[in-house]
Nanobody, 115 residues
Framework: QVQLVESGGGLVQAGGSLRLSCAAS????????VGWYRQAPGKQRERVAF???????NYADSVKGRFTISRDNAKNTVYLQMNSLKLEDTAVYYC?????????WGQGTQVTVSS
């Protein structure tokens, strides 16, 4: 069974950095599209970064230039490097992917940015 497990969240001051990891078990990740989403309290879940099966990337306007999505096939892991964090980046971050036509979500990791 495929599982996605996020890690790397935490408390950081505004302007700081965090790197989130999304590790897949039960299948290889190397050719799957992967998205990072976030959900803040009282708000809808939104996609912030996406990497396609061909490794093209795109980002929400709110994080463009600050966040970078990448994958390490040897570790079967996708990362989200988050720099210049802002208070409004505070949210639970989830990774998402598709394996054999079925979508999977991780359990989420909390990111809290303080002033």
């Amino acid at each position: 069974q495929v599982q996605l497990v996020e890690s790397g969240g935490g408390l950081v001051q505004a302007g700081g950095s965090l790197r989130l990891s999304c590790a897949a078990s039960g299948s290889t990740f190397s050719i799957n599209p992967v998205g990072w989403y976030r959900q803040a309290p009282g708000k809808q879940r939104e996609r912030v970064a996406f990497i396609s099966s061909g490794d093209s990337t795109n980002y929400a306007d709110s994080v463009k230039g600050r966040f970078t999505i990448s994958r390490d096939n040897a570790k079967n892991t996708v990362y989200l490097q988050m720099n210049s964090l802002k208070l409004e980046d505070t949210a639970v971050y989830y990774c998402w992917s598709i394996f054999t036509g079925r979508t999977y979500w991780g359990q989420g990791t909390q990111v809290t940015v303080s002033s």
